[in-house]
């Protein structure tokens, strides 16, 4: 069945780079695009951007100077990389495929 | 960028009840290929979003048929025709159609 899962770190020093992987199986990345999603501690959902089945990508505007999205369909991963994280970064950070399948979600916090 | 608004904020039901939330879109969501991308998703505590409905009033694969989804352009409404328990948590109404991509605020269903 269709799983996503993400990792990374749950800590990042302010203005430093956080990178996620979302590993995914199921599925082939070259069938179907990857959004990433976040929410901040009792807060909304913020669409970050996407990776689509041909590799192109889409990003959020308010975003896209720190941030990237790639991946490497050998292995069914998609990665996030954000640079000159700010405390307000603080946010479970949630892969899915399309919107209907969604990882668990990885907590990352922003602190010294 | 699209604003979502959705009302109420928070509903308060007994179970058995029918319940309505309403989305507004401060511009219309019809694609030029002639789809409406505005979903609606649940989100539990503590669990990742889960797709209700998408494209307006299709329901996703498993979701039960109390619920539905209406609307058209810029005024959306999902439907609950008889709370269950299992309904309580947080729903929100997402748009595809123009980038970035955005969700509501959230609307809080508890048990009255």
């Known amino acids: 069945q269709v799983q996503l899962k993400e990792s990374g770190p749950g800590l990042v020093q302010p203005s430093e780079t956080l990178s996620l992987t979302c590993t995914v199986s199921?599925?082939?990345?070259?069938?179907?695009?990857v959004n990433w999603v976040r929410q901040p501690p009792g807060k909304g959902l913020e669409w970050m951007g996407t990776?689509?089945?041909?590799?192109?990508?889409d990003y959020n505007s308010a975003l896209k100077s720190r941030l990237s999205i790639s991946r490497d369909t050998s292995k069914s991963q998609v990665f996030l990389k954000m640079n000159s994280l700010q405390t307000e970064d603080t946010a479970i950070y949630l892969c899915?495929?399309?919107?209907?399948?969604w990882g668990q979600g990885v907590m990352v916090t922003v602190s010294s | 960028d699209v604003v979502l608004t959705q009302t109420p904020p928070t509903l308060s039901a007994t179970i058995g009840q029918s319940v309505s939330i309403s989305c507004r879109s401060s511009q219309s969501l019809l694609d030029s290929d002639g789809d409406t991308y505005l979903n609606w998703l649940l989100q539990r505590p503590g669990q990742s979003p889960q797709l209700l409905i998408y494209?307006?009033?299709n329901l996703e694969s498993g979701v039960p048929n109390r619920f539905s989804g209406s609307g058209s352009e810029t005024d959306f409404t999902l439907k609950i025709s008889g709370v269950e328990a299992e309904d309580l948590g947080v729903y929100y109404c997402?748009?595809?159609?123009?980038?970035?991509?955005?969700f509501g605020a959230g609307t809080k269903l508890e048990l009255k």
């Open positions: 990776i689509w089945n041909d590799g192109s990508t």
């Open positions: 899915a495929r399309g919107f209907a399948h």
């Open positions: 199921g599925f082939s990345l070259t069938s179907y695009g």
């Open positions: 997402m748009q595809a159609t123009h980038a970035p991509y955005t």
């Open positions: 494209s307006v009033s």
